[in-house]
């Protein structure tokens, strides 16, 4: 049986593991608006007093992402670049005298700061005067495309299609991601047209359990029930999930600050994210000055912080495991005391990809501390590029890491077992 296996760019891709969304745009001077509710929206009310992309990217680096992806048109169509195809972008802003080029600037400081670069498009556009007429809307798609990726920002890493509100509309997507793909060969495209990667299907940041990478169907989007088939049938497409740090709003709101997600629910949601396989997609949205929030960066920075405590010293690794079958074994010998004892509260397990995904089901025992007898301790599904597991602490002399049930052969390339929760 030949296994589906990923590209290299999508193994990339998945030791990114988490990186933050940007919304910002024409809406962020625009509180209260919703996606297509059709109030008018005038350009000349962009001028953030203080964009700083490299505040945006400073700040992601010191937590830890390692990507990020901004919005460079939104469901309005406004374009954050000076696109000859539109009057609704800055070129129409009283911001730099109609000069500035928010993605200009957001790649710079992608750059500056070792973030691989993101642009979300939506490809629904309320206010083009060509969206119902699908051919020549699909010559102003590829036309906004050239101009954000034919080589006018350097090499991007991937692009964002936001599935709302094309339900009902036909793109001819071959033609489209044609270009894309000629004009940035290791692109990788976003649950659209021809995907690498895929949506989780909710805005919470929860992948699906188990979260195999490989699949044959795709939530659309939010709009839509049960999933698409993909028309290329089963592929490897590993999940993001994306979700906001504050409780509803994408774009900047002064009116929701008390919803901002506390360092320990962004924490649940790594782990309910990359702690499942997935990589994890958080939105902080800039204010009105083009500044992040001092407050959300404060939770970012904290999330961060607190993640490289718990996981930055194991306390033993796979090179303590000897490999029996299936099974990996690290057991200490007649321990005399707690001083020759471990207290584990988390393993973290990576499967190696690189042939595909093997492991379907796996267990995980402690050697008690006074008898050695092994004690279940947690059992799983999927482990793909990472798997946390957490239990109570448990004393013990060391662990067993058994690969229950498998459809190929099996191949981890690390344990790690931590005492994270605080000592």
């Excluded at 990114?16 to 350009?43: L, N, Q, S």
């Excluded at 895929?198 to 359990?209: K, L, P």
């Excluded at 994408?250 to 990589?279: H, Q």
């Excluded at 000055?289 to 959300?296: I, M, Q, S, Y």
Aim: glycine share 8%; proline share 5%.
């Amino acid at each position: 049986m030949n296994k589906i296996k990923p590209t290299v760019r999508q193994l990339e891709f998945q030791s990114w593991e988490w990186g933050v969304f940007i919304h910002f745009g024409i809406r962020t001077f625009y509180a209260g608006h919703k996606d297509c509710d059709g109030k008018p929206m005038c350009p000349e009310v962009f001028k953030p007093s203080g964009l700083d992309c490299g505040q945006w990217a400073r700040t992601v680096k010191e937590a830890g992402g390692k990507y990020m992806v901004m919005t460079c048109k939104h469901h309005c169509g406004f374009a954050n670049w000076p696109s000859a195809y539109t009057e609704f972008s800055v070129a129409s802003a009283l911001w730099q005298g109609g000069n500035g080029d928010v993605v200009r600037e957001f790649v710079d400081a992608c750059r500056k700061n070792d973030l691989k670069i993101g642009f979300y498009y939506s490809p629904f556009d309320i206010n083009s005067p060509v969206y119902d007429n699908p051919k020549a809307y699909d010559d102003y798609f590829i036309n906004q495309m050239t101009e954000l990726f034919g080589g006018n920002y350097g090499e991007i890493d991937m692009v964002w299609f936001d599935g709302a509100h094309s339900e009902n509309h036909k793109y001819d997507w071959k033609r489209i991601i044609r270009e894309i793909r000629r004009q940035q060969p290791n692109i990788l495209i976003f649950n659209m047209g021809d995907p690498d990667y895929r949506w989780c299907g909710n805005e919470d940041g929860f992948a699906e359990y188990p979260n195999w990478n490989v699949t044959d169907k795709i939530n659309f989007s939010i709009y839509t029930e049960g999933k698409n088939i993909s028309p290329e049938g089963k592929t490897w497409l590993p999940q993001e999930c994306d979700f906001r740090i504050r409780h509803l709003n994408w774009f900047f709101s002064e009116n929701d600050a008390d919803t901002l997600k506390s360092p320990e629910e962004l924490i649940g949601n790594y782990y309910y994210s990359v702690g499942r396989g997935a990589n994890m997609l958080l939105n902080i949205a800039p204010d009105r000055r083009g500044l992040l929030p001092e407050a959300d960066c404060e939770s970012l920075i904290s999330m961060g912080k607190e993640l490289k405590r718990r996981f930055k010293e194991p306390v033993f690794s796979i090179d303590a495991f000897t490999r029996e079958n299936n099974k990996w074994v690290h057991c200490l010998q007649d321990p005399l005391g707690y001083a020759d004892s471990y207290l584990i509260d988390h393993i973290v397990i990576k499967e190696n990809l690189s042939e595909g995904e093997s492991i379907k089901k796996f267990r995980i025992s402690a050697f008690t501390h006074q008898y050695g007898k092994p004690v279940n301790v947690y059992e799983g599904y999927n482990i793909g590029h990472k798997a946390i597991c957490s239990f109570p602490p448990v004393r013990c002399r060391g662990m067993v890491i058994e690969i229950l049930e498998h459809d190929g052969p099996v191949k981890i390339d690390s344990i790690d077992a931590f005492r994270a929760t605080e000592k």
